[in-house]
């Protein structure tokens, strides 16, 4: 499966607390799923 990314700002961080995201494991999932220094 490909990596997504989405763009934000203030307010789309904001609506993912309220709805109870967790930015920073989201945000490690995607470096464990998709970064590779050799594709860099």
Known sequence: ???VY?????K??????EKGINL?????KLCRDCYHGGLM
């Open 6 to 10: 989405m763009k934000g700002n203030k």
């Open 24 to 28: 920073q494991e989201q945000i490690l």
């Open 12 to 17: 789309s961080f904001s609506d993912a607390v």
């Open 1 to 3: 499966m490909g990596c």
